[in-house]
Each structure stands twice: as C-alpha cells, then as structure tokens.
C-alpha cells in the first residue's frame, strides 16, 4: 500500500482496525476490527487486497450457507426522499 492518503494525499496513515461493510446484491455483510491504514488528517481508510478478498470469500460462504454468521441483526432501510 501507498505511504500517503490516496485521497487527499496527506503522509501520515496509521495502522487501525475498522468496521468494514460488504455488499453482495442486496445483502450485507457487517465485519468488525477490520486492519487497515488511516489517514489522520481526511479519515479515509485503505483496506490491503488480501483483506478484502477475504472478507469477499467469508460473505461467498455466508450466503451459500456453508458457515453461520456469529450474530445477526435487523436494520432500518428508508429511502432518502422519503425522510
């Protein structure tokens, strides 16, 4: 990965954990403590390919029911004209 923010192009990014959220269609997948790069100055966050293709594969075996979330939970949707 890139030693400056690939968005505002500010040089200091420190390793961090975040919470990363995966969509496949219409489903979600939420992970937690996800490792990546911050920028201290804009916040944007840098996720490693290797992170996400992991990520990817773990939502792949979710939704083919070859592994069982450790939680669920419902959310609220609401489209933005109509708040």
């Known amino acids: 990965m890139s030693d400056q923010c690939s968005f505002c192009g500010h040089a200091h990014l420190t390793e961090e954990r975040a919470r990363y959220i995966h969509q496949w269609g219409d489903d979600l ?3 937690e403590h996800v490792p990546c ?3 201290e100055y ?3 966050q ?3 390919i290797e992170v996400l293709k992991k ?3 773990e939502h792949a075996a979710l939704a ?3 592994k069982q979330p450790s ?3 419902q959310v609220a949707v609401e489209e ?3 708040l």
């Open 29 to 31: 997948l939420i992970v």
């Open 46 to 48: 840098c996720f490693a």
């Open 42 to 44: 804009c916040g944007e």
């Open 71 to 73: 939680r669920t939970f």
């Open 80 to 82: 933005f004209r109509s």
């Open 37 to 39: 790069l911050g920028c």
């Open 55 to 57: 990520i990817e594969a």
């Open 64 to 66: 083919a029911h070859r």
